[in-house]
């Protein structure tokens, strides 16, 4: 593996652990066993390495956000879809456990944030429509934007709200919670197949 991806991969781990305002690029040269000149070689300070993390967080994450026009999933593909993108967020967790301090130091990561919270709320407006079918959704078109920003403040903070509540963060649970966001704006069938998978889901070993 290279030197720059066993530092992100260690700084990765330690940023999840301890969070990111609490380790510093010399911790992570001595945990990987190299001299601080040869990861400043890689990453001038914790800044672009930080965004570096936020670029690698971005790639593994685009396919989920932009999925092809021409794709229609069935209701368990689409909680396939947003299992894995819980995943995601929970191994790049430390992004979120002080978001608004981190994007405050780091304007670069602000705006990258920014513009992937648009994709974010872009793909789950579309999931929304593949939930829906041939039928039209039960609320109206401000009831659902509405619902767009509540299921992607649950995305972006559940996990750390169940590590304030002194609980493993589950990414089962959050799936099961952006479900039960979403089915009472389904049509009726849908909505009932969303709550027997959402309750399914939740108790599958």
């Known amino acids: ?20 305002p609490n380790v510093s690029t010399l911790e992570i040269a001595n945990e990987l066993g190299i001299s601080p000149g040869n990861l400043y070689y890689h990453f001038h300070g914790k800044e672009p390495l930080t965004l570096g993390l936020f670029q690698r967080f971005q790639n593994e994450l685009a396919p989920l956000l932009a ?21 995601r967020l929970a191994a790049y967790r430390f992004l979120f456990q002080d978001l608004s301090n981190l994007t405050s130091r780091l304007p670069k990561l602000e705006h990258g944030i920014r513009l992937w919270l648009i994709q974010l709320k872009r793909m789950l407006n579309w999931l929304l429509l593949q939930l829906a079918g041939d039928n039209p959704l039960a609320s109206d078109s401000s009831r659902l934007v509405q619902l767009v920003e509540q299921i992607t403040l649950t995305l972006l903070f559940a996990l ?46």
Request: proline fraction near 5%.
């Open 67 to 87: 999925p092809p026009a021409e794709v229609e999933l069935d209701i368990e593909d689409c909680w396939l879809l947003l299992h894995l993108i819980v995943e």
């Open 160 to 205: 750390d709200y169940q590590r304030i509540m002194g609980r493993e963060g589950e990414s089962r649970l959050v799936v099961y919670q952006v479900m039960m966001l979403l089915a009472p704006h389904l049509p009726e069938d849908s909505r009932q197949a969303a709550e027997h998978l959402a309750k399914r889901y939740l108790h599958d070993e």
């Open 1 to 20: 593996m290279k030197t720059r991806d066993r530092i992100l991969d260690y700084a990765l781990l330690l940023f999840n652990l301890k969070g990111e």
